[in-house]
């Protein structure tokens, strides 16, 4: 049965003190946990937290964001290749922030899950709504939209990601889709991979909508909720570790990630 799979996206958060110290914490909390997880951090802090993880085998290390091109004259720009030098195993792609502050379409998108997928890094891939096309009944149509244009730059590899249902309207404000409404979404991407891929068991799909220590057991409960991509639990060792006793104790039937 495959393993749920609990992320942590630290967003612009962080400094080498708190950093050290809540890693300890997780490690120290995590013993015994039966799901995986990743901490996906600014990339001024790769390193260090590259090398607070040295010696454990829960947490792999993620990163916010990836280029979409691979060499260059890119000011700014962190290549796969980079992140690989610093064992970084996951990469955020299209989040609901990155989407909005920066303009980042679905192709862009799509290239930047394809550069990661060729260094060998597993892009963690977020889809999702605002409130206002949720309220127009159009958040099949926006999910399936962002996935299908993930699904056409890397169809012979489709299987090789992780999906991240994000309703924009619950990051970071309190408001979280309810279970049902979660677990629609995600089968709604579940039959839409599976359409893409004979091998699309292997994706998880997290959901990343305000998933806390309260409602993260109910959510993680539902038959297509295969983990949480977490943001302000993350950073708080009690609740991050909350959620992830909660994936401990209901793995999904399927193959694992």
């Known amino acids: 049965m495959k393993k749920k799979f609990i992320a942590g996206n630290w967003k612009m958060n962080g400094s080498l003190a708190a950093n ?85 379409s679905d192709s862009l998108v799509a290239l930047k899950a394809q550069r990661a997928l060729s260094a060998g890094i597993t892009p963690i891939v977020c889809v999702g709504e605002t409130l206002a096309e949720r309220d127009a009944g159009k958040t099949e149509e926006v999910v ?24 924009v309207w619950a990051i970071g404000t309190g408001q979280n889709a ?24 292997r994706v998880s799909i997290l959901y990343g909508g305000s998933m806390n220590a309260a409602n993260a057991a109910k959510l993680l409960e539902q038959p297509d909720i295969d983990g949480g991509l977490i943001g302000g639990a993350a950073l708080k060792a009690p609740d991050f570790l909350a959620i992830m006793a909660a994936g401990s104790l209901t793995p999904s039937g399927r193959s694992e990630l």
Request: glycine share 6%.
């Open 20 to 104: 050290a110290s809540l890693l300890q914490a997780l490690i120290d909390g995590s013993q015994g946990m039966n799901c995986l997880a990743a901490v996906c951090v600014p990339a001024a802090y790769l390193s260090q937290v590259q090398s607070l993880l040295v010696g454990q085998s829960v947490f792999a290390l993620g990163s916010q964001d990836v280029s979409a091109q691979e060499v260059g004259a890119f000011t700014g720009e962190i290549s796969a290749g980079m992140l690989k030098d610093f064992a970084v195993r996951y990469a955020i792609v299209g989040h609901s922030e990155r989407r909005q502050y920066h303009s980042e």
């Open 144 to 167: 399936k939209r962002q996935m299908a244009a993930v699904i056409h730059t890397n169809g012979h590899c489709i299987s090789e990601i992780v999906v991240a249902y994000e309703p």
């Open 178 to 201: 309810t279970p049902d409404q979660a677990q629609a979404v995600h089968a709604v991407l579940r039959a839409q991979l599976n359409a893409a891929s004979p091998h699309a068991d």
